[in-house]
């Protein structure tokens, strides 16, 4: 996860992520600069954040791992632009078993995106819901 290049290896930053993530525990230093390496990336190419997010997905069976990042970098990508990754992850989530349960650990509001896409997410992640009740206004 090295600055000195523009480019991004996907399978590097996947890789490595994994192995900082083994090797150190959540509130740890390294942990939280691979958080912060993750969020950065998902933050300037939200399209090469999702990627990324589903790539480390798929490159795991840690519950613990996968409920992290459903609650947090995929929740925040959802939330984001829900039009353009909800679609994608609930097509994803047939097929990638990881990335359908770090979806289980995203806390959508139904104000935030609407039914239908939730219904997508629903469909693609049984049992799943928002959690989050509708805001009254």
């Known amino acids: 996860m090295s600055d000195s290049d523009d480019t991004l290896d996907l399978a590097e930053f996947v890789t490595d992520w994994l192995s900082i993530e083994f090797q150190d ?16 990336q998902s933050s300037s190419d939200p399209f090469i954040g999702y990627l990324l997010v589903a790539l480390i997905a798929s490159s795991t069976s840690d519950t613990r791992l996968l409920a992290y990042l459903g609650a947090g970098p995929l929740e925040d990508l959802l939330a984001r632009d829900p039009q353009r990754f909800i679609p994608l992850a609930a097509s994803e989530a047939h097929h990638n078993v990881p990335l359908r349960e770090a979806l289980r650990s995203v806390w959508l509001s139904p104000d935030r995106a609407s039914s239908p896409l939730l219904e997508l997410l629903k469909a693609a992640v049984p049992g799943w819901s928002p959690l989050i009740p509708r805001e009254s206004g």
């Open 25 to 40: 525990k959540v509130g740890g230093e390294r942990h939280y600069e691979a958080s912060k390496q993750l969020w950065l």
